[in-house]
């Protein structure tokens, strides 16, 4: 069975500093990975999609990487901004369960202090 | 409106209520989804809809009953809730055929008294 984790469960920085968000997953058959973020009452949005078949993606200060094979994939944020708190949610679709059943981690909590 | 709505947006029920849960979707998808979110625990698949037929239902206990409409459309009904079932039900849409985007509604926080 997928699993998902991610650390650290909360992270509290700066105004300006680079970070770096972790997921881990232990099942590598995976047919993508997804960053979401979440802000507090609201509903989840998409930041990054990562196919199988792909190292990265980029969107602006945000840079995901995926290692397939280690079953690892970062968040990288860079001069982080007090509007980027929220919470960041890392999903991955199974290759075996009908590509619509993502599977969550806990995600992580963070807070960008000016 | 575009995007996926929810309503309503907090609910408070007894254990022996009913009440549905609507959710609306304005991005011409033929997907929808129900997610639960507990405290301290990852977002919970509960059902899938492709094209008005549920094409899965992840051990989601009979209380919770979904009802689908129409692609637009996605409700929730329940009865006869635990106090446990308390948390943030999220709906969600994509494309069907699997591997797309799913967009999320901002969700209905649910407190069973």
């Known amino acids: 069975k997928q699993e998902v984790t991610q650390i650290p469960a909360a992270l509290s920085v700066p105004e300006g500093e680079n970070l770096v968000l972790n997921c881990s997953f232990t099942?590598?058959?995976?047919?993508?990975l997804q960053w979401f973020r979440q802000d507090p009452g609201k509903g989840l949005t998409s930041l990054l999609l990562?196919?199988?078949?792909?190292r990265e993606q980029t969107s602006g200060r945000l840079n995901a990487s995926l290692d397939k094979s280690s079953g690892r994939s970062t968040l990288y944020i860079a001069a982080s901004q007090p509007g980027d708190s929220a919470t960041y949610l890392c999903?991955?679709?199974?290759?075996?369960?009908?590509?619509?059943?993502?599977?969550f981690g806990t995600g992580t909590r963070l807070l960008v202090s000016p | 409106e575009t995007g996926v709505t929810q309503t309503p947006r907090h609910l408070v029920m007894g254990m022996t209520n009913k009440k549905s849960l609507k959710c609306e979707q304005h991005?011409?998808?033929?997907?929808m989804y129900w997610y639960k979110q507990s405290a301290k625990k990852p977002l919970e698949l509960m059902f899938v809809?492709?094209?008005?037929?549920?094409?899965e239902n992840n051990s989601v206990p009979s209380r919770f009953s979904p009802e689908c409409p129409n692609s637009s459309h996605l409700f929730l009904h329940l009865h006869t809730l635990q106090p446990e079932d308390s948390a943030l039900y999220l709906c969600?849409?994509?494309?069907?055929?699997?591997?797309?985007?799913?967009?999320f509604g901002p969700g209905t926080r649910l407190t069973v008294l």
């Open positions: 969600a849409s994509s494309q069907a055929g699997g591997g797309d985007t799913q967009y």
């Open positions: 099942d590598s058959a995976i047919y993508n």
């Open positions: 990562i196919q199988s078949s792909q």
């Open positions: 999903a991955v679709l199974p290759q075996n369960t009908g590509f619509q059943k993502l599977v």
């Open positions: 991005l011409g998808h033929n997907a």
């Open positions: 809809y492709n094209f008005k037929e549920q094409t």
